[in-house]
T-cell receptor, first 112, second 116 residues
Framework: GQNIDQPTEMTATEGAIVQINCTYQTSGFNGLFWYQQHAGEAPTFLSY????GLEEKGRFSSFLSRSKGYSYLLLKELQMKDSASYLCAVRVGGSTLGRLYFGRGTQLTVWP | GAGVSQSPSNKVTEKGKDVELRCDPISGHTALYWYRQSLGQGLEFLIYFQGNSAPDKSGLPSDRFSAERTGGSVSTLTIQRTQQEDSAVYLC??????????????FGAGSRLTVL
């Protein structure tokens, strides 16, 4: 089976930087995704890594180490609206349209 | 359409009744996925359709669950003889190949099912 671990909860203050870690044990790794989900809403795509290294997109960055089965999502200049659940997901298998396996999500609370 | 549309948004049913949940994917998206999200749990994969290929049903939790996709577009997830443990938010997503290779899944807002 696939095993994806991430912390259950994190807190941070407005303007700070937070790093959300994700470790995975999968067979047939074919990409790692981060999604953001506000309460009662659909998950929305944040980032995608398939090769080792850092992908930067504005205030959000995501890092991947395939040899270590490790990724992190870095959020800079935190804003209140960043309070949400952050989902780490891994795609497995040969197809780039294959299903994603999700972790349980990390609930981030940003305090003023 | 502009996004993935799901209906109903909320469904309350009695134990033992059958329910149908509908998903309208983004027009032109070839892949369609159903996931289930229970309180405090991650997204649990249920079933995946890709083009004309046989669906991947490996995530369906029991034979009370079934899904079909008609004409390569709209999908219906059916739960027969509902049980209280079926209470969850059922999320549909669609995707299609893109130049980045990410082939991002776009999710609908979900159908919240409550079984009394």
């Amino acid at each position: 089976g696939q095993n994806i671990d991430q912390p259950t909860e994190m807190t941070a203050t407005e303007g700070a930087i937070v790093q959300i870690n994700c470790t995975y044990q999968t067979s047939g790794f074919n990409g790692l995704f981060w999604y953001q989900q506000h309460a009662g809403e659909a998950p929305t795509f944040l980032s995608y890594n398939v090769l080792d290294g850092l992908e930067e997109k504005g205030r959000f960055s995501s890092f991947l180490s395939r040899s270590k089965g490790y990724s992190y999502l870095l959020l800079k200049e935190l804003q209140m609206k960043d309070s949400a659940s952050y989902l780490c997901a891994v795609r497995v298998g040969g197809s780039t349209l294959g299903r994603l396996y999700f972790g349980r999500g990390t609930q981030l609370t940003v305090w003023p | 359409g502009a996004g993935v549309s799901q209906s109903p948004s909320n469904k309350v049913t009695e134990k033992g009744k059958d329910v149908e949940l509908r998903c309208d994917p983004i027009s032109g998206h070839t892949a369609l996925y159903w996931y289930r999200q229970s309180l405090g749990q991650g997204l649990e994969f249920l079933i995946y359709f890709q083009g004309n290929s046989a669906p991947d049903k490996s995530g369906l939790p029991s034979d009370r669950f079934s899904a079909e996709r008609t004409g390569g577009s709209v999908s219906t997830l059916t739960i027969q003889r509902t049980q209280q443990e079926d209470s969850a938010v059922y999320l549909c997503a669609s995707s299609s190949p893109d130049s980045s290779g990410a082939n991002v899944l776009t999710f609908g807002a979900g159908s919240r099912l409550t079984v009394l």
